[in-house]
């Protein structure tokens, strides 16, 4: 058989368009005018076709690349007889990423218990989205999860309870305060058995509804440990059964696990990971948050409220340290005022179990050099889970950290094998991880779609709430981006006042050329609903004319982005305009 070189054919004045789909893998045969890959010019998509039979030898081009005329894309291998007697092959993986070398994938071995058009393996928000996208696409879909119930980390021990007891804190939080307004409740009775039960059937509700979803969408839930055994198998292992898996298709969404450290004794009950903050055991008289970050402060929101003398201690200089520090100042302050201790650029180096209590040794500033807890959170991050998936018998390649590469259609190097959710990458999001979910399910399901998302929104749910999205000052600074901002502070806002908080601020970054909104900073109770309008800002392409004439309703909380907008344009009224600099022209 002779083998072939196909370039990218004339395709006018264009160069440098990008690649946006590769349609076929090493080993898939094709016939003459069967699609290849996808272009997109600034006007419109074009595909190059194959230009006779055979079998695909390699692949030249990914997708993000950009190619003129006459760039090898792909390596054809003619047939020498009808399409057909090819057909038999079944596809091998795709040229891997430079960064890493692609495992040899295991060949199947054995007949399969189930067979599925799209096996899904996790079914937590990215999962079960991309079951069901799937399933509604026409795919017989088979959904495999450790966990005995849908959802995932987030539904189950993670996004969701930690909501409900957020809200229950708050609740405590404010009635207190109240006190200096007139109304006073006297102590909350706590009774942590009803709170928890109470927790519990949030996440039983929503759990329900997620079965019912797959049982109407004839999905196939499979529960125990899924490993890959092939490239076209999965290995499900639950009560001492085995159940083989075969695939056509495969999306990973197989989540992360909390990062431990060597130097605290984890098998002690008295220290804890966020699943276990979540199961409220009991509430401690003193409890030591090592971490700083989103997951160690929501918790310390929670059990703060609760009762419990809470201490955090930050490796970095800041809390919260993605966010920009006057972003975080607000909570920075108020929080100072309710736990025991915030120790900043503080390292914990030992943690001993005694019949006493949990006793720490600390190094850094202002810190004792130790100090004795009851419990102990450990919230300093998570790990993704790609090492422990049996990802190397499929041929996928997996990063020396645990991540999985992709592309913008969430392909892993493997042509039959997309990924999603935490173990792609930052940032570690449920919403990141469900419109991964509909992309890799309508890619599989044949839909020209990419992630293309320009940002992706953060939220710390703390009190007060902490929320960002696009570029902070910190990253415009880094990178040597000019821009503007526009600053509007909550004590101006009546309705902030009417709730008894005048610490929050909306900040947005504006591009200093085009005034078009890059970034927004939030800090202030439901922050986390009105980023929201930021984000959607972003992905429009608005600037800051369009955010300020937009007609919000008065008086709320979300007139602060339209006031911080016209801060920045130096048309506010509520405030005394800032002065800006004339623009320079050529």
Known sequence: MKSIEIRVPDIGDFKDVPVIEVHVAPGAVVNAEDPLITLESDKATMEVPAPRAGRIVGIHAKVGDRVSEGTLIVSLEEAGGSPASLAGASAAQSTPPPSAPAPAAKAATGASDLHAEVLVLGAGPGGYTAAFRAADLGKKVVLVERWPM???????????????????????????????????????????????????????????????????????????LGRFISASQVEVEADGKRTTISFDQAIIAAGSEPVTLPFVPHGDKRVIDSTGALAMEDIPARLLVLGGGIIGLEMATVYNALGSKVTVVELMDQIIPGADRDIVTPLMKRISKHYEKIYLKTKV?????????????????????????????????RTPNGKLIGAENAGVVVDERGFIPVDKQMRTNVATIFAIGDIVGQPM??????????????????????????????????????????????????????????????????????????????????????????????????????????????????????????????????????????????????????????????
Request: one cysteine or more; charged letters at 25%; glycine letters at 10%.
């Open 150 to 224: 849908l959802g995932g980390v987030c539904l189950n021990v993670g996004c969701i309870p930690s909501k409900a007891l957020l809200h229950a804190a708050k609740v405590i939080d404010e009635a207190s305060e109240m006190a200096a307004h007139g109304i006073g409740f006297g102590k909350p009775a706590i009774e942590p058995d009803k709170l928890r039960d109470w927790k519990d059937s949030v996440v039983k509700r929503l759990v329900g509804g997620l079965t019912q979803l797959a049982k109407q969408r004839k999905v196939t839930v499979v529960s125990g």
């Open 349 to 381: 180096t030992k943690v001993e179990a005694k019949a006493d209590g949990l006793h720490v040794s600390f190094d850094g500033e202002g810190a004792p050099a130790t100090d004795r807890f009851d419990k102990v959170l450990v919230a300093v991050g």
């Open 429 to 586: 999001l449920a919403h990141k991880a469900t419109h991964e979910g509909k992309v890799a399910a309508e890619v599989a399901a044949g839909k020209h779609s990419a992630f293309d998302a320009k940002v992706i929104p953060s939220v710390a749910y703390t009190d007060p709430e902490v929320a960002w999205v696009g570029l902070t000052e910190n990253e415009a600074k880094a990178k040597g981006i000019a821009y503007g901002k526009g600053v509007f502070p909550w004590a101006a806002s009546g309705r902030s006042l009417s709730l008894g908080r005048d610490e929050g601020v909306t900040k947005i970054l504006f591009d200093e050329a085009s005034e078009r909104i890059i970034g927004c900073g939030i800090v202030g109770p439901n922050a986390g609903d009105l980023v929201a309008e930021a984000a959607l800002a972003i992905e429009m392409g608005a600037d800051a004319h369009d955010i300020g004439l937009t007609v919000h309703p008065h008086p709320t909380l979300s007139e602060t982005v339209a006031m911080a907008a016209e801060m920045f344009e130096g048309s506010i009224t509520d405030l005394i305009p800032p002065k800006r600099k004339s623009k320079q022209t050529a």
